[in-house]
Every structure is written in C-alpha cells, then in structure tokens.
C-alpha cells in the first residue's frame, strides 16, 4: 500500500477564530524576510519574536500568521511535530499577543521535489515571459494537488521545490496531530 499524504492547511471555518499578524520584532519592527518562515530552509533566528492579534477571537492551535502564512502553532501541536519529525522541522518560541501559554512558530526546514505532475488536475509553471526570472520553472499553480510518494521517500513532514506554501504531513503525523484536538488546521488528501 502506497503511503498517503495530507496538505496542511488552515481552517477558517473555526466559529469566532482570531487572526494573527505577521510575526514581528518584540520592539515591533517587522521582520526583515518574512517569506523565510515558507521557503523550507533551515532557519537562525537571532531574537524572539512576537506575533500580534489583527481580530481577536477563539485562540488556535495552528493558524498561518500574516501574508507571510508563517505557521504559528501551540505547544501540543509543536509537541506532535517534535517527536515525529525531529530533524525536518525547527520550532522558534513567539509570544502570542494576550497569550500566556506557549506557541512556536514552525519552519518545515525539507524541501522535496515530490509533486505527481500527472495526477494533478492542471500544473502551471513560471515561464521567462512572465516577468520573474527568479521563479522561472518553479510552480506558478497548481490545481488538484498530488504527491508522488515515491519521490517523497521516508519523508514524514516537508515543503515542495517549486510550490512551497503547503506544509505537506505523512497519514501518521495527521492522525496523531488530529488526536490533540487541534483547532486551526484542516488536512486534504494529496
């Protein structure tokens, strides 16, 4: 049987759910490359950061902070990522503007070349007349997602070469993320 894999993604269907801003110094100046939290790269954070409320609601334990979509998670759910995927995965302490329990921001720090161009739906990738010579042969989008598990290997938990705003999970780390009752995420199948 084929291993199976989830996208991660954020469920905003949560009734009364806040929404947080993009993570920022503690004095408040915002971070110089915010896009750094997605680029499934390993990460050196110098200093703490603090990720404000832009709407107040019921608190999250996941949640993708900011245009950004750095992923900002509780204790329990960094607790799930800790022990199953230890070596792929950095956890940065943030504090949560009105918060007193910890939360992390989570960087997926593997970047896999994984997506099953076949079984998607449509695949569109940057091409030199779109004007982004820096992404040209990357995905530009991509419609019915797939992953080819072969090419995923052992991988429990990574981003995508080319398209990596989704965090992609294996079925095991899914079952055990949905076992803490986490709210703020939802999984797809892909």
């Not at 832009?54 to 799930?80: M, N, Y």
């Not at 007193?100 to 994984?114: F, M």
């Amino acid at each position: 049987m084929s291993k199976r894999f989830y996208a991660l993604e954020i469920d905003v269907y949560v009734p009364g759910r806040w929404y947080l801003s993009a993570p920022a110094k503690i004095d408040g100046q915002e971070v110089d490359d915010i896009w750094q939290f997605v680029e499934g790269k390993p990460l050196q954070l110098s200093e703490r950061l603090q990720v404000p409320v832009s709407r107040p609601g019921k608190p999250l334990d996941i949640d993708f902070a900011g245009a950004g979509q750095s992923p900002v998670v509780s204790a329990r759910v960094a607790s799930v990522f800790r022990e199953l995927s230890p070596d792929t995965v950095q956890l940065f302490p943030v504090e949560v503007e009105g918060q007193s329990v910890p939360y992390y921001l989570l960087n997926v720090s593997r970047l896999i070349d994984a997506v099953d161009e076949r079984a998607c739906r449509s695949v569109e990738r940057w091409k030199p007349e779109d004007g982004r010579p820096d992404r040209v042969g990357e995905y530009h989008a991509i419609s019915g997602l797939r992953i080819d598990p072969a090419k995923a290997g052992d991988a429990r938990v990574f981003r995508l070469w080319g398209y990596s705003l989704p965090i992609i999970v294996d079925e095991e780390v899914k079952v055990a993320l949905e076992a803490t009752g986490c709210a703020g995420g939802m999984f797809t199948e892909v």
